[in-house]
């Protein structure tokens, strides 16, 4: 089932904005309150270039949409490109990257998982965290084999 547009905005709010702030917590020491003006701005680009994604009949996946309207914003002709940049630029990457990975690989709609029973709750917080901690995992042997971390 395709999912429509208030589905999309309930999944981005609930799984990446209130994830990555709580991640970007513990990865960069970063408080929340300096925190929620980056993962907003991230956020405002991503719901764009899915918007976007939707209205353009062509068959390109939205995330094509999504880095192309963050390349736009952050670019050197944007008159919004310096704050963009200091602004996410105190996202720690690993705070929203885990997310992007646990998105591609989850559909998520609500209708049909409020259907299921209590204990389908239980298997979504087992798979999600279990994505979560599989990605962090696979992230930090690659940083530390590629020498990206001390």
Known sequence: MAMNMRDWTISLLLTSVITTIIANLFENHMSISDSIPGVLILSAIAFVGISIGKVIPLKIPAIVY????????????????????????????????????????????????ISQSWKMFIVAILVFTGTFLIQAVFAQVFLDLTHAIN
Do not use: C, H, Q, R
């Open 66 to 113: 999504v880095v192309l309207v963050g390349l736009l914003v952050a670019s050197p002709i944007s008159p919004i490109a310096k704050p963009v940049i200091e602004f996410t630029g105190k996202i720690t990457f690993m705070a929203p990257i885990t997310i992007v990975g646990t998105m591609a690989g989850i559909g998520l709609n609500f209708k049909s998982f």
